[in-house]
């Protein structure tokens, strides 16, 4: 088991080298060189953006959401490879272009955070990819990430789920960590993928209880499945 673990973590540790030391900037979907970009033109042209902003609503609050693409296509396979194969050049990519999508809409935050992973499912991936995804745009964007939340219930995975049920597999399951001040403070949600918004909205919620001014959520794909 120990050398199982620390074979895992040697598989990210080689990947994150190889995304910051690597002789030569290649699109990681095509492995075209590029320059002071992660994705070539052509791979960004394959994405289907998203350009109005969409509301997600509960029994006590609404909350602004923004995605920079549909689920879809090219934007099916970065994520995935982030995802579940620790692809962390895709990872940087998606940062990157959440990072143009906060440029573009001019949100205002002076802290973003992110959907947490419950201890579980943190284990068995060793990464949380919304964490990642954050801390890409902080650095990017010179934004204090701050981990505002952690699970206190372990869930069903949501694929598979229809709407109602989404709703009521993620209700109540995120709180605050002990320490954290958010009180009068904008916040961002930075997550992977958004479909009912359930996740996100039930991290807000807790957020506002928890004294924030404002909460905006910003996904890099929406999926309507």
Known sequence: MGD????????????????????EEQCPLCEKVVEKTSLCLACRNKIDSINEVFVISGEEYSFKGYSVGV??????????????????????????????????????SPILTFVPMSSKSYKKRGYNQSEYLAKV???????????????????????????SERWSNVDDSFKLNEGIKIKNRKIIIIDDVITTGATAYNCGKELMKNGAKEINILTVAKSNV
């Open 4 to 23: 199982g673990i620390i074979k895992y973590l040697k598989d990210i540790f080689d990947n994150v080298l190889s995304v910051l030391f690597s002789e």
């Open 71 to 108: 689920y879809s296509n090219a934007m099916v396979g970065m994520i995935k490879r982030f995802k579940y194969s620790r692809d962390f050049q895709c990872g940087r990519a998606l940062g990157e272009l959440l990072k143009e999508k906060i440029l573009h809409i001019n949100i205002e």
């Open 137 to 163: 745009v902080g650095r990017e964007l010179n934004i204090p990430v701050v981990n505002t939340l952690y699970k206190c219930k372990e869930t069903l995975d949501q694929i598979g789920l229809n709407g």
